[in-house]
């Protein structure tokens, strides 16, 4: 199983859409900070709409992506985080802290040109 | 409805697996979407910790029907190195596998009732239970 990543001019827009195993999260870091050496993008939307678990693996994994993207050069931004999976990661302990998100994919792009200051 | 289902974890595919079906379960008692999320992450961690630690064990779901106080447990249990210090490893943010360890106590705070045994060299048997409000 590999997750798409599309480019959308300077960026990279990626839209999980299925049940995340492990193999599948370290896999997609990989995969994402390839096509963001390859294609020179300024900067990465993540959709998680139709993600239904978020446990403390898959959450290290986002946050490590997001450092190490930004270690490159490429602002990441989280969008559509579901309200019960908000509420669960808090349970667990999980902040996010420095992970900029949004609501939906479309105020996460407009969070991008601010992080980019475009 | 079955009143028992358990669920072998060997493999990495497996924790999913795991949490598919003890969300199924979930949903079919009548848990909300919040809880459903909630059971279902807890059941990611209890099989991870399998995985990673004792490399085989199994999680059994159980649907608690009580002279009608319901709910749902979830049961973890590995024949695996065992845990010696149990109150270590329910601190929030100690972990050995270079995690977050933040997976037993989310477990605890993500559930209604939470009981570690463990003996070092037999294994661990880790009960949770879940109510339905």
């Known amino acids: 199983m590999r997750i798409p990543i599309l ?7 990626v839209s999980i859409q299925t049940e995340i195993d492990d193999k599948t999260a370290i896999q997609f870091q990989e995969d994402l900070l390839d096509k963001i050496h390859k294609n020179g993008s300024s900067g990465v939307v993540i959709d998680l709409t139709s993600v239904e678990v978020i446990d403390s693996f898959i959450a290290k994994v986002l946050g ?3 450092t190490m993207s930004d270690l490159m050069g490429a602002k990441v931004v989280l969008t559509g985080i579901q309200p019960a999976v908000a509420m669960t990661l808090i349970d667990l302990g999980i902040h996010l802290k420095n992970v900029p998100t949004a609501l939906d994919l479309e105020q996460g792009l407009v969070k991008l040109y601010q992080e ?3 | ?3 028992q289902s358990r669920m072998n974890i060997q493999q990495e595919l ?3 697996g795991a949490r598919q079906l003890g969300r199924d379960i979930a949903k079919k008692i009548g848990f909300g979407t919040v809880d459903q999320a909630r059971i279902a992450t807890a059941i990611s961690e209890l099989a991870r910790n399998i995985y990673l630690y004792a490399e085989d064990g199994q999680i059994c779901f159980e649907v608690i029907d009580n002279l ?3 709910g749902m447990s979830i049961i973890s249990i590995d024949s695996g190195p065992g845990i010696s210090d149990i109150s270590l490893v329910i601190q929030d943010g100690y972990t050995t596998s270079g995690g977050l360890g933040a997976g037993l106590p989310g477990v605890k705070r993500l559930m209604d009732e939470f009981d570690i ?6 294994g661990t048997k880790i009960k949770t239970v879940k109510w339905l409000k």
């Open chain 2, 68 to 70: 009608g106080r319901n």
């Open chain 1, 116 to 118: 980019l200051g475009e």
């Open chain 2, 1 to 3: 409805m079955e009143t």
């Open chain 1, 7 to 13: 480019k959308l001019n300077n960026y990279l827009l």
């Open chain 2, 14 to 16: 497996d924790i999913v």
């Open chain 1, 64 to 66: 490590d992506v997001v």
């Open chain 2, 117 to 122: 045994q463990s003996e070092a060299g037999s």
